[in-house]
């Protein structure tokens, strides 16, 4: 497989449909990123401005400057906050590649393929700490604490999915405390911190930060259906690597309890996605994701029933219905 890297980016919004109201503060998170990450030594910069110009949705930032706006106003500290969760986010991008071992990431070459192993290691982990730095310019302790104690999470959903790998008596609450931990914590950190900076009460911010939870966990079910289903060329990274790494997603949890000894014995191999399609689909096992999935968007637009209503609350209501329908 041939990959390349990435073109030189603009500071370009993304999902112009959905962040109309926060488009400027978005340009400015994406000058806080670009200016953070300069650096001096000239053998790092490739490697950085690699990662620094994966161009995805920017949904942490997003969900952060929407829930800001539609709680009160967005403030320089949100922008800074705004660009210390997407660099969480992309640390755990690159370390993600480096377990799955996959070879493409946002239609580009991932760091480990492009680099090696040992570099992309050392690049996640100066993220997360040019993170945790970034973070404390906020000049308040509450958003160091949140941060850490998000990404402390984030790191205990990864290593308990790295060590429930091929163990196919995994639950269905396990499952859902690996994907808490893995995505939807961060997430909810991310509405956290911005109704807390907008002012809001205790009430509103332990709503959004529900929100935000129910929000994560519905965008990872959809994201591991689209691992056994979605096609790469539409979705623009590696897909089937939940499967060649034993990892047990909420589809294949349900095969396994519908399927019987059949599909315990074809999941303790290593089938491929188009052996577990026709599976799937006659024990009805990406219709049961797909409706957890929906059942958490719907929880989700719920909470955010405490907010007066706005053109960003009804981004995202937007945001919670679209996690659940997408193809990449």
């Given at each position: 497989m041939s990959v390349t890297t990435l073109p030189q980016p603009s500071l370009r919004v993304p999902m112009p449909d959905l962040t109309s109201p926060i488009a400027a503060d978005l340009v400015e998170v994406e000058r806080i990123l670009t200016r953070s990450l300069e650096n001096r030594h000239s053998r790092l910069v490739p490697v950085i401005d690699h990662v620094r110009h994966f161009r995805g949705k920017r949904l942490r930032p997003v969900l952060l400057l929407l829930t800001a706006r539609a709680c009160g106003r967005v403030s320089p500290a949100h922008h800074i906050l705004g660009a210390v969760v997407e660099?969480?986010?992309?640390?755990?991008?690159?370390?993600?590649?480096?377990?799955?071992?996959?070879?493409?990431?946002?239609?580009?070459?991932?760091?480990?393929?492009?680099?090696?192993?040992?570099?992309?290691?050392?690049?996640?982990?100066?993220?997360?700490?040019?993170?945790?730095?970034?973070?404390?310019?906020?000049?308040?302790?509450?958003?160091?604490?949140?941060i850490g104690a998000a990404t402390n999470r984030v790191c205990e959903g990864e290593l308990s999915?790295?060590?429930?790998?091929?163990?196919?008596?995994?639950?269905?609450?396990?499952?859902?405390?690996?994907?808490?931990?893995?995505?939807?914590?961060?997430?909810?950190?991310?509405?956290?911190?911005?109704?807390?900076?907008?002012?809001?009460?205790?009430?509103v911010i332990e709503g959004m930060a529900r929100y935000g939870r129910y929000l994560g966990q519905a965008f990872q079910i959809a994201d591991d259906l689209l691992d056994l289903i979605g096609e790469e060329r539409t979705v623009g990274k590696s897909l089937g690597t939940d499967l060649e790494q034993g990892?047990?997603?909420?589809?294949?949890?349900?095969?396994?309890?519908?399927?019987?000894?059949?599909?315990?014995?074809?999941?303790?191999?290593?089938?491929?996605?188009?052996?577990?399609?026709?599976?799937?689909?006659?024990?009805?096992?990406?219709?049961?994701?797909?409706?957890?999935?929906?059942?958490?968007?719907?929880?989700?637009?719920?909470e955010l029933q405490a907010l007066s209503p706005s053109q960003a609350r009804m981004i995202l209501e937007m945001m919670a219905e679209r996690s659940v329908q997408r193809d990449a």
């Open positions: 660099m969480i986010h992309t640390a755990t991008l690159v370390h993600d590649d480096i377990l799955d071992g996959a070879k493409v990431r946002r239609r580009a070459g991932t760091v480990n393929a492009l680099w090696g192993v040992q570099p992309a290691v050392l690049l996640g982990d100066y993220l997360f700490t040019h993170a945790f730095h970034l973070s404390a310019t906020v000049g308040d302790a509450r958003a160091c604490e949140l999915q790295v060590l429930h790998r091929g163990n196919l008596d995994l639950t269905e609450d396990e499952y859902f405390d690996i994907i808490d931990g893995k995505t939807a914590e961060l997430t909810a950190c991310c509405c956290r911190l911005g109704a807390m900076y907008s002012g809001a009460s205790s009430e990892k047990l997603t909420l589809p294949l949890l349900h095969l396994l309890s519908v399927g019987g000894e059949r599909a315990r014995h074809v999941l303790s191999g290593q089938p491929t996605r188009e052996v577990l399609r026709p599976m799937l689909n006659e024990s009805g096992s990406l219709e049961y994701a797909r409706c957890v999935a929906l059942d958490l968007s719907a929880r989700a637009r719920r």
